[in-house]
């Protein structure tokens, strides 16, 4: 399930306020991020992948299973994984088998610089929303908010 919102700060908090409670009651896993146009390190794909990962990983003993994986397949950490390899292991947790729901709550998609030059980090960052959307996967459920941007709208509404 996608969903595009436009709402208030205050209506934000509230979607994030009742998913946690459902979280914190074990019967759902949530991640979410806030871009923030006065934070370079928060407007990319950069700060997105390995914030939902590692927020995550500590909510499931297998979701830190296939972090581990990863992390074994990158000599401990000394090599950066790339983007791809960010996102492979965020689907890999998505799709393991029998878990909770998943909530994914990405905050001001349109704080993501628009920049020519190709691509751009919005553009990235569509790529990998697209790409979560691509997987329909019934436990995974997307909460993006955004002004009204045409680039923005021309990816996710479809």
Do not use: W
């Not at 969903?3 to 074990?26: C, K, T, Y």
């Not at 407007?43 to 992390?71: E, K, M, N």
Request: overall charge negative; glycine content about 4%.
């Amino acid at each position: 399930m996608t969903r595009v919102i436009n709402r208030s700060a205050a209506q934000r908090s509230s979607i994030i306020q009742d998913i946690e409670n459902g979280s914190n009651a074990g019967s759902a896993f949530i991640a979410y991020l806030f871009f923030d146009n006065k934070d370079a390190s928060k407007q990319d794909t950069r700060a997105l992948l390995p914030s939902l990962i590692v927020q995550l990983v500590h909510q499931s003993d297998s979701f830190c299973d296939i972090l581990v994986g990863y992390h074994t397949t990158h000599q401990s950490g000394s090599r950066q994984p790339s983007d791809h390899t960010l996102l492979q292991c965020l689907v890999d947790m998505i799709l393991v088998p029998g878990q909770l729901p998943i909530y994914l709550i990405i905050d001001a998609l349109d704080e993501c610089p628009n920049t020519t030059g190709m691509p751009s980090p919005r553009d990235k960052v569509l790529a990998v929303v697209e790409k979560l959307a691509e997987l329909n996967h019934p436990n995974l459920h997307l909460y993006f908010t955004s002004r009204p941007e045409i680039d923005i709208r021309t990816s996710i509404e479809p």
